[in-house]
T-cell receptor, first 112, second 113 residues
Framework: SQTIHQWPATLVQPVGSPLSLECTVEGTSNPNLYWYRQAAGRGLQLLFYSVGIGQISSEVPQNLSASRPQDRQFILSSKKLLLSDSGFYLC???????????FGQGTRLTVV | GENVEQHPSTLSVQEGDSAVIKCTYSDSASNYFPWYKQELGKRPQLIIDIRSNVGEKKDQRIAVTLNKTAKHFSLHITETQPEDSAVYFCAATPNTGGFKTIFGAGTRLFVKA
């Protein structure tokens, strides 16, 4: 069965520092991968999605970028973090056909 | 693109009562409507889903209804228990390129013992 790993679980970073969050999927090939951000008490905001290696679509202009160097690896990055980047980041996997989303454990990022 | 609206944003019920959460969507091409439960500090997890060829689906104490004409779907939880307290998200997946699932803003459900 498919599993999705996301790390780290918690991160405290100073303003202006870089960011790298990693997500990997096991048990499936050519997954559709997603990065969401959830601000405190808010809904899930889609940041990026990827349907294949090197293919990244961005939903909102922002201080973040994403990359997909391998089929089952999805990375969220920033060169310089802002206070407003704080939040709960979730990586998700969905199958090619419309099916449920499987989420990673999430990363709680606090920018100080 | 798709837009999903979810109401209410907060819902407080007494243990044993029913809870209803409603969502509307804009893209008539959407054909898959999942519901997720997110406990505090944890990942969202699917609790029930419905596809556009079905009007109602039930799984023990939870049920979902879909009205494609009106473009709305609802989650019903009966005989609520304190462990039902969580944030619930509805979502709609349009059958267009990108397979993007759009989530509602979430409903924080409190079940008082």
């Amino acid at each position: 069965s498919q599993t999705i790993h996301q790390w780290p679980a918690t991160l405290v970073q100073p303003v202006g520092s870089p960011l790298s969050l990693e997500c990997t999927v096991e048990g499936t090939s050519n997954p559709n991968l997603y990065w969401y951000r959830q601000a405190a008490g808010r809904g899930l905001q889609l940041l990026f999605y990827s349907v294949g290696i090197g293919q990244i679509s961005s939903e909102v202009p922002q201080n973040l970028s994403a990359s997909r160097p391998q089929d089952r690896q999805f990375i969220l990055s920033s060169k310089k973090l802002l206070l407003s980047d704080s939040g709960f980041y979730l990586c998700a996997w969905m199958g090619v056909m419309n099916t449920e989303a499987f989420f990673g454990q999430g990363t709680r990022l606090t920018v100080v | 693109g798709e837009n999903v609206e979810q109401h209410p944003s907060t819902l407080s019920v007494q243990e044993g009562d029913s809870a209803v959460i409603k969502c509307t969507y804009s893209d008539s091409a959407s054909n898959y409507f999942p519901w997720y439960k997110q406990e505090l500090g944890k990942r969202p997890q699917l609790i029930i889903d419905i596809r556009s060829n079905v009007g109602e689906k039930k799984d023990q104490r939870i049920a979902v209804t879909l009205n494609k004409t009106a473009k709305h779907f609802s989650l019903h939880i009966t005989e609520t228990q304190p462990e039902d307290s969580a944030v619930y998200f509805c979502a709609a997946t349009p059958n267009t390129g990108g397979f993007k699932t759009i989530f509602g803003a979430g409903t924080r459900l409190f079940v008082k013992a």
